[in-house]
């Protein structure tokens, strides 16, 4: 009997799908058996070191020598060496005199951390991570401020920030709806020009870079960037935080956020590119407000207080405290919101310019030790 070309046909198709899901089978099975063999070269992650003391958190002085008492928990790892990680520079640990003193002279001031390695036949098998709070070894000179001379200032200013240039005072101001940009004579009090920020923003700190003024906003994390001249939108950039107060050193924006933290930025896209932590030697230093460059030290306005303070931007340390109660306006000694906010500098004529929250008056000032 002969078969049909067709059944021989049908015969050889279900042949070769028989095969194939045998050998797809088969080639399941050995992935299976592969994933749950363990690579005999990886070593099991463990937590075997601990930290005695310090405590984590715990608070030392710029220039300490710190003891770190490190332990060894227990484990069936055998532990060959540990190193010690501290601003990229790494030590081995002996097994038999486990502590490391940290040397802490060329640290800035605020958050530090130590790192610790554990290895076992070579292979890294823990890390642990200590982190340390510092205070600045330099403690502030003390200053007074003393009005030189009084110029007219707007009542109605609700002043964010203050910067002078070839005899112009610039101003931002705050408020939701009453938000502006303006230039003005600040011998006469005379307004040049001004410029209103759309409702839904409040207005903060104001700085020249070239020939743009860049103004910041509170809460919408957005800055704004006008041709100096003719106040004209050029374009506006994002920032991460809140704004609050800014400066230029030149090359960098330097803004704050209303913490103890700023904020460096590059002057085109508005990208960080580093920060500190503003301390003095009794710890840190919050609430900073508008911001001013001065001859290598940045000037901050410190928050519903009658206080500027001086610190390096290098490091964050404070090196001068300004008492500035006794040039508050009469009857504006209790204020909580109308306070002193406004520092402008006239690097030619060597003056320093300061006013306040809807304050009357603007004051060319002094400091004094």
Known sequence: MKIKPLTVSTFIICSLLLLQMSCSNQGKQELK????????????????????????????????????????????????????????????????????????KDLNPGSNQLKVFAYSNGNKVDSYYLKLRFKSDITPELYTCKIVKTYPHDKNSFTQGLIYEDGIMYEG?????????????????????????????????????????????????????????????????????????ITTDGKSLIMSNGSHIIHFLDPEYFNQTDKIEVYDDKGLVNSLNELEYINGLVYANVYQTKEIIAFEPETGKVIKRIDCSSIVPKGYENEAEYVLNGIAYDKENNRYFITGKKWPELFEVKFVK
Do not use: C, H
């Not at 592969?34 to 937590?47: D, M, Y």
């Not at 220039?63 to 030590?91: A, F, N, Y």
């Open 33 to 104: 058996q592969e994933k749950n063999t363990k690579p005999s070269n990886l070593t099991k992650r463990v937590s075997v070191i601990k930290i005695d003391s310090p405590k984590s958190g715990e608070m030392f002085t710029i220039g300490d020598e710190i003891e770190i008492k490190i332990g060894l928990q227990k484990s069936d790892i055998e532990i060959d060496s540990l190193i010690v990680e501290t601003e990229g520079i790494k030590k081995v640990v002996e097994s038999n005199n486990l502590s490391y003193n940290w040397e802490t």
């Open 173 to 245: 101001t705050g408020q939701r709806g009453e938000s502006v940009l303006k230039k003005f004579d600040f011998e006469s009090g005379k307004l040049i020009s001004e410029l209103s920020l759309p409702a839904q923003y409040f207005g903060e700190g104001v700085t020249i870079f070239n020939d743009k003024i860049i103004q910041l906003t509170w809460t919408s994390q957005i800055g704004f960037v006008y041709d100096k001249k003719s106040f004209k939108l050029i374009t506006t950039l994002k920032y991460p935080t809140q704004g609050w107060g």
